[in-house]
């Protein structure tokens, strides 16, 4: 379960790197980098760390 939560942080990333250079929804992509770094912090805290 803990891997799917990295995944997800991932891909906001990934989504919220391809929106900024695209321009295609302005908003949104900022709420996807701040999503994506709240997913990527909890799983710190939790002290699981990055690498699983």
């Known amino acids: 379960m803990s891997n799917l939560l990295y ?3 991932v891909v906001l990333i990934i989504g919220w790197l391809l ?3 695209v321009y295609s929804a302005t908003g949104l992509i900022h709420l996807l980098l ?3 770094l709240i ?3 909890l799983r710190v805290i939790q002290g699981r760390g990055l690498k699983g």
């Open 7 to 9: 995944i997800v942080a």
């Open 39 to 41: 997913a990527i912090i």
């Open 34 to 36: 701040v999503i994506a």
């Open 19 to 21: 929106g900024v250079f």
